[in-house]
C-alpha cells in the first residue's frame, strides 16, 4: 500500500492562477480531509468528504472547491490564488466516518506558495 | 463543538518524563481521545488513544480521570527525536458525520 499521496511537494503560484492539489488513498477508506497549516501554527480542516459524492466544509473553505467522484481521490481546488493561501495542505484518510475511534492517515503535504 | 485546550509549548531535557495534558469538557460520551505527533515537514501519525483510565503502547502512556474532561499524554525518557508537536483529539458531539478538528498543539522541545 501506498497509503496516502499528494502531489506536488511543491508548488509556487502567482495571485489569481488557479491550481489543482491531488491526494489518493489506496486503503479503500471513506473519510478524507485536506488540512491546512501555516507557519508556527496547528491544523485547520478545509472540507471533508464522507464517501464518494458526499462533501461539507471545515473550518476554512471560503477559496477552495472539493469534489469526490471516486472513493481513492479527492482533489482539491484553489480558484483564484492569494497570499494568504500560502500553506502546507496534507491530506488524510481514515476508514469510516462515524467513530472517533478510527485512525486518520496523513500524507506527506503540499507545501504551496502564492506570490 | 467538541474543542481542545493544550499548552501552546513545553520544554524538556533528554532522559525525563514528558506529560502534556489536554483539557476538553465538552467530550461527547461515546467519543475516544487521540493524539498525534508531527515532526517537522511532516504529516501528524497516530500515536495513542483511549476512552478511560488508562493506556499504554510501546510510544506513550494516555491516562484519563473519571470525568473525562481532560487526558494527559505521557512520554518517558524522551529523546531529541521526541520534539514534535503534539495533537490532542476528540470529536464533535454525536450529530452523525464526523469532523476532526485539531487544535494548535504542544510544541514540545527536548533539549541535550
Known sequence: NAGVT??????????????????AQDMNHEYMSWYRQDPGMGLRLIHYSVGAGITDQG????????????????????LSAAPSQTSVYFCASSLSTYSSTDTQYFGPGTRLTVL | ?????????????????????CSHNNIATNDYITWYQQFPSQGPRF???????????EVASLFIPADRKSST?????VSLSDTAVY?????????????YIFGT???LKVLA
Not at chain 1, 477559496?63 to 481513492?72: A, M
Not at chain 2, 467538541?2 to 514528558?18: F, H, L, N, R, W
Not at chain 2, 499524554?73 to 525518557?77: A, E, H, Q, V
Open chain 2, 105 to 107: 498543539g504542544t510544541r
Open chain 2, 87 to 99: 495533537y490532542c483529539l476528540v470529536g464533535e458531539p454525536p450529530s452523525g458525520t464526523y469532523k
Open chain 2, 47 to 57: 500515536i495513542i488513544q483511549g476512552y478511560k483510565t488508562k493506556v499504554t503502547n
Open chain 2, 73 to 77: 499524554l505521557s512520554l518517558p525518557r
Open chain 1, 6 to 23: 499528494q502531489t506536488p511537494k511543491f508548488q509556487v503560484l502567482k495571485t489569481g492562477q488557479s491550481m489543482t492539489l491531488q491526494c
Open chain 2, 1 to 21: 463543538l467538541a474543542k481542545t485546550t493544550q499548552p501552546i509549548s513545553m520544554d524538556s531535557y533528554e532522559g525525563q518524563e514528558v506529560n502534556i495534558t
Open chain 1, 59 to 78: 473550518e476554512v473553505p471560503n477559496g477552495y472547491n472539493v469534489s469526490r467522484s471516486t472513493t481513492e481521490d479527492f482533489p482539491l481546488r484553489l
